[in-house]
T-cell receptor, first 113, second 118 residues
Framework: DQQVKQNSPSLSVQEGRISILNCDYT??????FLWYKKYPAEGPTFLIS?????DKNEDGRFTVFLNKSAKHLSLHIVPSQPGDSAVYFC????????????FGQGTTLQVKP | DAGVIQSPRHEVTEMGQEVTLRCKPI?????LFWYRQTMMRGLELLIY????????DSGMPEDRFSAKMPNASFSTLKIQPSEPRDSAVYFC???FGQGVMVAKNIQYFGAGTRLSVL
């Protein structure tokens, strides 16, 4: 039972354009969400996060939006750069079991020069 | 700091053999996590420790899997006997914090161990 779903396995965008990565969740007890980025042969690294009390968090070219009613969050990258090409994982924290994160399957982003 | 260190980076073994994966967390971190990455399920949490104590092992697939953390600087994940379906990339991560603060304190991942069971 996937509580965090990234339904698009892959996404390809042109350099300079916007990349939008989506994530859906089912558990209303999730209160904190994170995005991680992973390059080949490396471990995931933290990118950006958002608390459930907010609907937007911005950090440079990266913005995460949270729509609690739809149980949906998205990561926007503007402008996209070839170095952004990686696998992006969405993760969520369960407020009733705060020690763990639930990760999605990941979306592979390719930014073409 | 050197970050989270995992060994070996690659492991190829035959079905039925015992496999031991090792992890050295970042010094000063008090939470340690073992994950498995597969194409179908993404990153699955297998088990996590807080202050060397296993807190949640609900993700451990079956009794063939076991994990230990004898001290704050070392953890092992053991599979005995190994099966082809165990083939995956196994990640270790560490963070600092406790309870509600653990997840807000970012998890730092090692480079992973790619396990192939033939």
């Amino acid at each position: 039972d996937q509580q965090v779903k990234q339904n698009s396995p892959s996404l390809s965008v042109q350099e300079g354009r916007i990349s939008i990565l989506n994530c859906d969740y089912t558990n209303s007890m999730f209160d904190y969400f994170l995005w991680y980025k992973k390059y080949p042969a490396e471990g995931p690294t933290f990118l950006i996060s958002i608390s459930s009390i907010k609907d937007k968090n911005e950090d440079g070219r990266f913005t995460v939006f949270l729509n609690k009613s739809a149980k949906h969050l998205s990561l926007h990258i503007v402008p996209s750069q070839p170095g952004d090409s990686a696998v992006y994982f969405c993760a969520a924290r369960d407020s009733s079991n705060t020690g763990k994160l639930i990760f999605g399957q990941g979306t592979t982003l390719q930014v073409k020069p | 700091d050197a970050g989270v260190i995992q060994s070996p980076r690659h492991e190829v073994t035959e079905m039925g053999q015992e496999v031991t994966l090792r992890c050295k967390p970042i010094s000063g971190h008090n939470s340690l996590f073992w994950y498995r990455q597969t194409m179908m399920r993404g990153l699955e949490l297998l088990i996590y420790f807080n202050n060397n104590v296993p807190i949640d092992d609900s993700g451990m697939p079956e009794d063939r899997f076991s994990a230990k953390m004898p001290n704050a600087s070392f953890s092992t994940l053991k599979i005995q006997p190994s099966e082809p379906r165990d083939s995956a990339v196994y990640f270790c991560a560490s963070s600092f914090g406790q309870g509600v603060m653990v997840a807000k304190n970012i998890q730092y991942f090692g480079a992973g161990t790619r396990l192939s069971v033939l």
